[in-house]
């Protein structure tokens, strides 16, 4: 490809970046005064958004945004499908024959999977035919833990066509991970594989689903061909069905369920601060206005365009910018099954030339693991069909940035750095393609129509340049913001809209305002007990509650330390009960329970035995573990109930 210049320095400001005229002339959106006119009435901003963006049966709206805190409802008394959206309506245009889907196995000897548009809309109507003949009905929850596979984006978009609840569960979670979220989302299927490749070698999946579902009311487990002869799969006749056999003899139109815009449309289950994973909410058409615009002005996908996402779909990024984003807008995706690195460091940048890749969306963890793996396997390589990079997930520092835009986008793409949450939804906080800034280290500005302060401990607002504090979110509230936590209002409450009450949404990160004038906000992370290991996020307290299940274990302090490639890793100090001597078996057998009973991810890093520092109430001082950790000095300990213990353990962190 002709390398095109997509963005151009600031020539005064030092890493200032802004969209080039090529840029500016294509771009979806190239006017900086939208922002201006969406907040002069953002519910009209919106309703016309919904409209503009998306096919409904009734798009006589009672009414635009209804409120009483901390509920609120976008869209009221609209109808739409959200499968219809994604399928039915390009099938009916010059897109029917348009690729939908490029799957790309792990193994190169195999061969990749294209779905056009009608192949996908074809497969999904038998699939939700399928589901109902096994009895599934609008509002019935169905779990799917599938790999990186079209069947995972099939299964989820089958779903919302009958109007099920998908609840997607990332399938290198443990069993007993799985069966939590079947247990509370009361689900009555599980769509699962018999297995999956990782690093060339066949993994079973069928077996932790097995595991899984005893106890759960799971009426039946469809499963997915594809290992076949690869792997032993045992089929447990009155419950189990091949995928195949299932959608084998049932019709090829499955009329789409006319769905309420308020009507759940999946629930993804995410750490928060306690040990038990939230079941995050989301609703149909606001979710889906949402991320139908946030995919076409932050990625700026035009029909030529090829986006691979490499979130696996098993993660918020996945639902809205692998399957409902992109699908609703009609454009083409590409999915990867497989590790980065197999079989070589190279094998995105493979992928990339081979299929003219022209936007890329990944995280920074995965940033720093290409960096360490060295540029030679960048440079055998031609990248010039990108056009724009996105990152997502936790802050992303100078160097990494700098790598990824010299290296990977040659000099020439603009990074965009999307802020956002499984709770919101969709991308929140970014630089648009076709407006700029981007700016190293900075997300950006609000996306149209919505608004954002940082707040102070006490509530007051901070205006100031650089200064620290709590992002929150204002109303009216984007309208793909969670609608609730699943059977569990309280922690809703608890989690977001007690901090600063339930009028303003509390986003539990800290941020500044980087640049008054350019208006642009820097996120800083995580202000709550949420770790972001490898860009996926997982709770100190649920690492916690697994370690205190084990026999010889007393209590248990998890803290986040920093690591060069993960970002955070999970560090485990453990106080043993009487009788139990530390040992390096001790040690392992605690790791590998965690790695067994959450999944690898959330494996300690280290473990450190000893008594943890406490306040003369019994509190145990995080702060003090924190600092150890990060070879920062632990301060004044002096009023501790237990000094000696910081002392000790010191020691074994300095080793
Ligand atoms: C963090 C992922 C800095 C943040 C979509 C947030 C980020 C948490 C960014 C949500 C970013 C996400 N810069 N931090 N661009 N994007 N985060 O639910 O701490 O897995 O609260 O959603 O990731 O993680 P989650």
Known sequence: MKNVKWVEKDPKREDVFWPSEEMKKIAWESDPSIYEEALKDPEKFWVDRAKEGLDWFDDNFKKNFEWNPPYYKWFVGGKINASYNCLDRHIKTWRKNKAALIWVPELTEEH?????????????????????????????????????????????????????????????FSSDSLKARLIDAE????????????????????????????????????????????????????????????????????????????????ILYTSGTTGKPKGVIHETGGYLTQAYWTTKWDFDLHDEDIFFCTADVGWVTGHTYNCYGPFALGATILIYEGAPDYPNPDRWWDIIEKYGVTVLYTAPTAIRMFIKFGDEWVEKHDLSTLRILGTVGEPIDRDSWYWYFNKIGGGRCPVIDTWWQTETGGTLINSLPGIGPFIPGVAGKPIPGTKFAIYDEEGKEI???????????????????LRGVWKNPEKYKETYWSKYGDRIYFTNDGSMMYDKELKVIK??????????????????????????????????????APHEIKGEVPVAFVVLKGGYKPSEELKKELINLVRTKIGPTAKPENIFFGELPKTRSGKIMRRILRSLVHGEPVGDTTTLLNPESVTELEKQVKG
């Open 112 to 172: 990749s999977r294209v779905l056009t548009y009608y192949d996908l809309y074809r497969e999904v109507n038998k699939f939700a035919n399928a589901l109902k003949k096994l009895g599934v009905k609008k509002g019935d929850r169905v779990g799917i833990y599938l790999p990186m596979i079209p069947e995972v984006v099939i299964a989820m978009l089958a779903c919302a066509r009958i109007g099920a609840i998908h609840s997607v569960v990332f399938s290198a």
């Open 187 to 266: 689900a009555k299927i599980l769509i699962t594989a018999d297995g999956y490749y990782r690093r060339g070698k066949p993994l079973s999946l069928k077996k932790n689903a097995d595991e899984a579902v005893k106890g759960t009311k799971v009426e039946h487990v469809i499963v997915v061909k594809r290992l076949g002869e690869k792997i032993n799969t045992e089929m447990n006749k009155d419950r189990d069905i091949w995928w195949e056999d299932a959608v084998k003899d049932v019709e090829n139109y499955c009329e789409p369920e006319v769905m309420d815009s308020e009507d759940i449309l999946f």
């Open 463 to 481: 205006t100031e340049e650089r200064y620290s504090g709590y992002l929150v979110h204002l109303a009216p509230f984007a309208p793909g913001m």
């Open 523 to 560: 996120i800083t992370g995580r202000v709550d007990d949420v770790m972001k290991v490898a860009g996926h996020r997982l709770s100190t307290t649920e690492v916690e509650g697994v370690l205190t299940e084990h026999e010889a274990v007393a209590e248990a302090a998890v803290v986040g």
